[in-house]
């Protein structure tokens, strides 16, 4: 035996959370089907202190030991959806009157939550380009409570430094959550790199197989943990064991398929750069992509997801996305089925154009998520609808 401290990512991804079934020895987590545990006498429960699905779950809760172990952090806290994460964030660590501070470039659904739904409730909200800290800094205000940036962003993969604006954050007592969904703890740990948050959609690659939609959340403190998991179970948005249960065998493979995935979005990528019905790639392990020390820098790989534009503009583009076989059109990444999305009608139809427009969501980009299929394929698919332009 060695005397690390801990075993490695592989062996985590596996292992961690999850211990034979007590009763029958089975080697998997059972799916915990019950609404309810029984006490055997007032106030006094059988084991563990469960007493009604809503507030916790035997299988959610060797899941949230398996996430938090991968992403180094005090605990996790899993939901029905990544959307549901964000919102129990939000609403446990901002009140009314407070500011917070998002990346300009975010997931769709975080810039409709916080413009449509949250700032209802009188929280106030700054999208801000937070690839530069300066901008970070020069938007803090007396009352700004929250930082909430995506690295990197949905749909256009600008990065931000993660440990710069955790030190702005930190220097002002107020937490930094970071959404981490495009490349999981195995590539990026935001808690190592001084955030207070780490936030995934575990629909994407968490989970991996297009099977369950899901979130979570991971703290590096009892008192943000067991905030958020007040609020989760105030609005009733806790996981079901059935999804748990799916994602829990899901993250067994999430190093080897992200590697995977990635190595085949870095060959799109470069036979994309080689045609020349092709405008412009962007991925982060491209020596042209604009903040690629940065991508090197917090993160120890670059993901599934890359983006084009086709020259012919949107017309060709959405002929493109018509005509592609193997690449489903779809929302939704990270799984392993490649599929290709029209941001601009699809996952971000609701920003305002030019909103879209300014953060660089331009109407002709094209997103791919890479999936596990064979490389060749994939490109093969590409070339037979590209050379139809
Ligand atoms: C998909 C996604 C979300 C939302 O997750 P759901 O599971 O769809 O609710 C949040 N952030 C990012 C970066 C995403 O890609």
Same mark, same amino acid.
């Given at each position: 035996?060695?005397?690390?401290?801990?075993?490695?990512?592989?062996?985590?991804?596996?292992?961690?959370?999850?211990?034979?079934?007590?009763?029958?020895?089975?080697?998997?987590?059972?799916?915990?089907?019950?609404?309810?545990?029984?006490?055997?006498?007032?106030?006094?429960?059988? +084991?563990?202190?469960?007493?009604?699905?809503?507030?916790? %779950?035997?299988?959610?809760?060797?899941?949230?030991?398996?996430?938090?172990?991968?992403?180094?952090?005090?605990?996790?806290?899993?939901?029905?959806?990544?959307?549901? *994460?964000?919102?129990?964030?939000?609403?446990?660590?901002?009140?009314?009157?407070?500011?917070?501070?998002?990346?300009?470039?975010?997931?769709?659904?975080?810039?409709?939550?916080?413009?449509?739904? $949250?700032?209802?409730?009188?929280?106030?909200?700054?999208?801000?380009?937070?690839?530069?800290?300066?901008?970070?800094?020069?938007?803090?205000?007396?009352?700004?409570?929250?930082?909430?940036?995506?690295?990197?962003? +949905?749909?256009?993969?600008?990065?931000?430094?993660?440990?710069?604006?955790?030190?702005?954050?930190?220097?002002?007592?107020?937490?930094?959550?970071?959404?981490?969904?495009?490349?999981?703890?195995?590539?990026?740990?935001?808690?190592?790199?001084?955030?207070?948050?780490?936030?995934?959609?575990?629909?994407?690659?968490?989970?991996?197989?297009?099977?369950?939609?899901?979130?979570?959340?991971?703290?590096?403190?009892?008192?943000?943990?067991?905030?958020?998991?007040?609020?989760?179970?105030?609005?009733?948005? %806790?996981?079901?064991?059935?999804? *748990?249960?799916?994602?829990?065998?899901?993250?067994?493979?999430?190093?080897?398929?992200?590697? *995977?995935?990635?190595?085949?979005?870095?060959?799109? *990528?470069?036979?994309?750069?080689?045609?020349?019905?092709?405008?412009?790639?962007?991925?982060?392990?491209?020596?042209?992509?604009?903040?690629?020390?940065?991508?090197?820098?917090?993160?120890?790989?670059?993901?599934?997801?890359?983006?084009?534009?086709?020259?012919?503009?949107?017309?060709?583009?959405?002929?493109?996305?018509?005509?592609?076989?193997?690449?489903?059109?779809?929302?939704? $990444?990270?799984?392993?089925?490649?599929?290709?999305?029209?941001?601009?009608?699809?996952?971000?139809?609701?920003?305002?154009?030019?909103?879209?427009?300014?953060?660089?969501?331009?109407?002709?980009?094209?997103?791919?998520?890479?999936? /596990?299929?064979?490389?060749?394929?994939?490109?093969?698919?590409?070339?037979?609808? $590209?050379?139809? /332009?």
């Amino acid at each position: 035996m060695n005397d690390k401290a801990k075993p490695d990512f592989q062996t985590r991804e596996i292992h961690a959370g999850v211990s034979p079934d007590p009763v029958t020895g089975a080697i998997l987590t059972p799916i915990y089907q019950s609404t309810t545990y029984v006490q055997e006498s007032v106030g006094r429960y059988m +084991n563990k202190g469960y007493s009604y699905s809503r507030s916790g %779950n035997p299988t959610v809760v060797a899941l949230e030991d398996k996430i938090t172990s991968l992403e180094s952090g005090y605990g996790s806290a899993c939901f029905a959806t990544g959307m549901a *994460a964000t919102s129990a964030t939000m609403m446990a660590l901002l009140d009314q009157g407070d500011h917070c501070i998002v990346s300009d470039v975010v997931y769709g659904g975080t810039h409709r939550l916080s413009t449509r739904v $949250l700032s209802r409730f009188g929280i106030r909200f700054s999208f801000v380009d937070t690839s530069d800290p300066a901008n970070v800094k020069e938007a803090l205000r007396s009352d700004t409570r929250l930082i909430f940036t995506e690295t990197p962003a +949905n749909p256009t993969l600008k990065l931000t430094d993660i440990a710069a604006i955790s030190e702005i954050a930190g220097a002002r007592g107020i937490p930094h959550v970071v959404d981490n969904t495009f490349l999981t703890p195995y590539f990026q740990r935001p808690l190592e790199l001084g955030a207070d948050i780490s936030l995934h959609s575990t629909t994407k690659f968490m989970e991996g197989h297009n099977v369950s939609v899901g979130g979570s959340i991971t703290a590096n403190s009892e008192e943000l943990l067991e905030s958020i998991k007040f609020t989760r179970n105030c609005l009733g948005s %806790n996981m079901s064991p059935m999804v *748990a249960f799916y994602t829990l065998q899901g993250c067994k493979t999430l190093s080897t398929r992200i590697r *995977a995935q990635s190595d085949n979005a870095f060959k799109v *990528a470069e036979f994309l750069i080689s045609h020349d019905r092709v405008e412009r790639v962007c991925y982060p392990g491209l020596d042209s992509f604009p903040q690629k020390e940065l991508a090197d820098r917090q993160a120890s790989g670059h993901g599934s997801m890359l983006w084009f534009e086709v020259r012919g503009g949107v017309k060709a583009g959405k002929r493109l996305m018509n005509t592609l076989k193997l690449w489903s059109l779809a929302e939704n $990444l990270g799984s392993v089925e490649s599929l290709v999305t029209h941001s601009v009608t699809m996952t971000h139809a609701d920003m305002p154009r030019e909103e879209r427009l300014a953060a660089g969501i331009t109407d002709g980009l094209v997103r791919l998520s890479a999936g /596990l299929e064979s490389a060749d394929d994939l490109i093969l698919d590409l070339k037979q609808a $590209l050379d139809r /332009l």
